[in-house]
């Protein structure tokens, strides 16, 4: 019988500085500098010339940009003549580096359970950046995992991403893990092409249309030794709360953008991604998860500025139309009309 994730009542957790939009937990990269180090070359310099603060890398809490950090694995593959950088740090950390999320999963019934824990709450204690998703056969089934944040495909994050999730699926499963094979959206030249699969004991594609590791769908329902029903579900309650705060923040941060937009003219998903430091589709994504569309959201932020603008101003109709991008007052009268129950006309007799 599988635990249900609960939320604890009366349960509350103190405030917690959460990874921003576009931004990646500093533990993440744990044991970057000690391999950088013991490879010959200076962690302090590595940093800083990527202009990234050493002092970040003091503690797993910080958090520093997804493109800085991206940037940060290439750069060391290049000045340190290693092309499996990423795969030579993961090689260096284990599954912890998820953080609660890793907690959450160890404590949960069965390997199912597990993989949910890290799917939903990864965003959370990592990077909002950061997503997976179980994809279920009858007879195999994959874990994968996404890096593309607008920045086009860099190799190191995704070897960085592969041999983590491996060693998380080994931790999970204690009869010996084994892939069927993995899938990788980037190129692999073929000498490391081979070395990879060497390690990881099974056959590795490269361009595939998605980062993935598969196994045998019945693992995913054994046990876990780790299991945990009280830890279970209290850190369900707390992560729950975390996450829906997280939420919360990010649709408030995208109203932000789109009203800033609007009275630039420049009003767009695409121009609200990259002010938000985050690619078109995974914002879309999580706009979707949360039930939310980015034209509704600009709808009702246009209806706002409407409102304010029929009180506060002596524009025309014609020029508040303009200012809010619709084609033509008649298309801004239908949908104010639609919104308030009034046209934008009466709105503003009734009002002042």
């Not at 340190?80 to 912890?96: R, S």
């Not at 361009?207 to 009280?230: G, H, V, Y």
């Not at 991008?325 to 009466?346: D, L």
């Amino acid at each position: 019988m599988e635990l249900q994730r609960t939320s604890v009542p009366g349960l509350s957790i103190p405030p917690v500085n959460l990874p921003p939009q576009g931004h990646i937990r500093t533990g993440y990269l744990r044991g970057l500098t000690g391999l950088v180090r013991a490879m010959g070359d200076d962690p302090r310099s590595v940093l800083e010339h990527q202009d990234i603060d050493p002092r970040t890398f003091d503690d797993p809490d910080q958090d520093i940009e997804c493109i800085a950090a991206v940037n940060l694995l290439e750069y060391c593959a290049s000045r340190l003549h290693d092309p499996l950088f990423g795969l030579h740090l993961a090689e260096q950390q284990d599954p912890e580096v998820y953080g609660c999320a890793m907690v959450f999963a160890r404590s949960a019934p069965n390997v199912r359970e597990a993989l949910r824990c890290l799917i939903d709450y990864v965003q959370v204690s990592v990077s909002p950046e950061c997503e997976m998703d179980l994809v279920c056969g009858r007879d195999v089934s994959e874990l994968r995992w996404r890096t593309h944040i607008g920045l086009g495909e860099r190799e190191q994050v995704n070897y960085h991403g592969m041999l983590l999730i491996l060693k998380t699926l080994q931790m999970l499963d204690r009869q010996e893990f084994r892939p069927s094979y993995t899938n990788l959206t980037c190129r692999v030249e073929r000498s490391a092409l081979q070395r990879m699969q060497e390690r990881l004991g099974c056959k590795v594609h490269a361009r595939a249309d998605n980062n993935a590791i598969a196994f045998s769908t019945e693992l995913l329902d054994r046990p876990i030794a780790s299991s945990n029903r009280m830890l279970f579900t209290l850190l369900g309650g707390c992560l729950d709360q975390l996450r829906n705060a997280s939420r919360a923040g990010f649709v408030e941060q995208v109203e932000s953008c789109v009203r800033r937009a609007l009275s630039t003219g420049q009003c767009s998903v695409d121009n609200c991604a990259g002010q938000l430091g985050t690619s078109t589709r995974t914002l879309q994504k999580r706009l979707t998860r949360l039930g939310v569309k980015f034209s509704d959201i600009v709808q009702a932020e246009r209806i706002k500025l409407a409102k304010q603008a029929l009180l506060w101003s002596d524009c025309s109709l014609d020029e508040i139309a303009f200012q809010l991008g619709y084609s033509e007052q008649t298309s801004f009268g239908r949908a104010f009309k639609r919104a308030t129950g009034k046209t934008p006309k009466s709105f503003r007799m009734s009002e002042r």
